[in-house]
Nanobody
Framework: QVQLVESGGGLVQAGGSLRLSCAAS????????IGWFRQAPGQERLFVAT????????YYADTVKGRFTISRDNAKNTVNLQMNSLKPEDTAVYYC????????????WGQGTQVTVSS
């Protein structure tokens, strides 16, 4: 089992920044690929970004590329999502998720943190 807890959400004006954190506990953190997803009201959960076990590889959704940066600190069992130049359409509940490096699906999810961007 891997337990994930997100933090750092809040209300920000358009153009502003927020930094989300995902703290993990349980299994060996460095065995897991970590992803961030978001879900806006009435919409499906969408992929935002992912980072490999070592942090050497990252991948972003086109909608956030160039504005968001994902990073991890395996010594602290944390993954961060730095979000800059926020837009109202970034408003959503943001979730971090863990996938064992050889698995295809994310099996562990946090409870989510709300991000609201006002225009």
């Amino acid at each position: 089992q891997v337990q994930l807890v997100e933090s750092g959400g809040g209300l920000v004006q358009a153009g502003g920044s927020l930094r989300l954190s995902c703290a993990a506990s349980g299994r060996t953190f460095s065995d897991y690929t970590i992803g961030w997803f978001r879900q806006a009201p009435g919409q499906e959960r969408l992929f935002v970004a992912t980072i490999s076990r070592t942090g050497g590889s990252t991948y972003y959704a086109d909608t956030v590329k160039g504005r968001f940066t994902i990073s991890r600190d395996n010594a602290k069992n944390t993954v961060n999502l730095q979000m800059n130049s926020l837009k109202p359409e970034d408003t959503a509940v943001y979730y971090c998720a863990a996938r064992y490096y050889s698995d295809r699906s994310y099996h562990y999810w946090g409870q989510g943190t709300q991000v609201t961007v006002s225009s």
